[in-house]
């Protein structure tokens, strides 16, 4: 493949959480002598680290990694002002290479790179604030009634269990007197870049039990000393998090200890099915079983960069 023909490519890996995509993310860069994109949505989080499953010190010295824990938890970052960094990123990085990697489990982020991000004006921060604390003091079902009021179209169309969801079109709704439905679907800057997406999944079963055998682990290596040194911070956004949550309930006196750590489980199971649904839509993403040969992969790849 002679890389001075080629046109500017980023190959996205994404499915459920668990499934194996930093390993192929990793073999791909490799092959193809690339960097990786990070587009975990916590990950960017230096203070996270066991409870987002970030690549080990191997994985992370094997190639170069980009929006790995560059970030701390008191910093207000959203999707928009990361859209804008790995477009940044991925220009100064395809003057080197003309093939990039992306990964990562979270789809409005997916998104916002390989497509663009519907614009929404500045809101007023305390409006986050005050819903967060809503949401803690009085349930979920307050703010999904709010919602329903003030945004009938965008209450039918999200997913209406995501506190992270169910807030900020909340938050949007308020700040502007405006539906959020209302500043949806408008034109998108065109990429410089052709897009290669390739999922990885698995049987239901099977992811179930990649889940909770990470959670498990993740338990060993000290996510419960991860968490209650982030415990007097859990109103912050970022900290609106599986695995975190649970553990906050915990500390409380709230959850026992074997509860919260099954409660961590069953949320993950439902995060990775709402991942499969919001990748699922994309009739582009070529679909792979998790423990098909990464040559089979590279071949199809190959393939599609020559035809572009």
Same mark, same amino acid.
């Given at each position: 493949m002679n890389s001075t023909? %080629?046109?500017?490519? %980023?190959?996205?890996?994404?499915?459920?959480?668990?499934?194996?995509?930093?390993?192929?993310?990793?073999? #791909?860069?490799?092959?193809?002598h690339a960097d990786i994109i990070s587009c975990d949505s916590r990950q960017f989080y230096k203070e996270m680290s066991i409870g987002t499953a970030v690549?080990?010190?191997?994985?992370?010295?094997?190639?170069?990694?980009?929006?790995?824990?560059?970030?701390?938890?008191?910093?207000?970052?959203?999707?928009?002002?990361?859209?804008?960094?790995?477009?940044?990123?991925?220009?100064? %990085?395809?003057?080197?290479?003309?093939?990039? &990697?992306?990964?990562?489990?979270?789809?409005?982020?997916?998104?916002?790179?390989?497509k663009g991000l519907d614009y929404f004006p500045e809101v007023d921060t305390k409006i986050r604030t005050e819903l967060n604390l809503q949401l803690e003091k009085e349930g979920i079902k307050k703010l999904q009634e709010k919602l329903k009021k003030l945004?009938?179209?965008?209450?039918?169309?999200?997913?209406?269990?995501? @506190?992270?969801? #169910?807030?900020?079109?909340?938050?949007?709704?308020?700040?502007?007197?405006? @539906?959020?439905?209302?500043?949806?679907?408008? @034109?998108?800057?065109?990429?410089?870049?052709?897009?290669?997406?390739?999922?990885?999944?698995?049987?239901?079963? &099977?992811?179930?039990s990649r889940i909770n055998q990470r959670v498990d682990i993740m338990i060993e290596n000290g996510l419960l000393e991860e968490a209650n040194k982030l415990h007097q911070y859990k109103n912050l956004n970022s900290l609106q998090t599986v695995g975190y949550r649970e553990l906050f309930s915990f500390f409380e006196g709230v959850f026992t200890k074997e509860f919260a750590i099954s409660e961590i489980k069953k949320n993950t199971r439902r995060f990775a099915k709402r991942q499969l649904t919001w990748f699922k839509k994309d009739t582009e993403t070529l679909w792979y079983d998790f423990q098909t040969e990464k040559n089979e992969i590279i071949t199809k790849i190959s393939d599609k960069i020559n035809s572009f």
């Open positions: 023909s %080629l046109k500017n490519t %980023l190959i996205t890996i994404v499915g459920p959480t668990a499934i194996g995509k930093t390993a192929l993310s990793i073999q #791909l860069a490799n092959h193809f690549p080990n010190k191997e994985e992370l010295a094997a190639v170069k990694h980009h929006f790995i824990q560059n970030r701390s938890v008191f910093e207000d970052y959203n999707v928009g002002a990361f859209e804008r960094d790995a477009l940044q990123t991925l220009d100064q %990085l395809f003057l080197k290479n003309p093939i990039q &990697i992306m990964v990562g489990g979270s789809g409005l982020y997916v998104d916002a790179v390989l945004d009938l179209e965008t209450y039918n169309t999200i997913t209406i269990d995501n @506190p992270q969801r #169910l807030i900020r079109a909340l938050e949007i709704c308020i700040g502007t007197g405006i @539906p959020y439905s209302t500043f949806k679907n408008k @034109p998108k800057t065109p990429r410089n870049f052709n897009s290669i997406k390739i999922g990885l999944n698995a049987d239901r079963d &099977i992811i179930y």
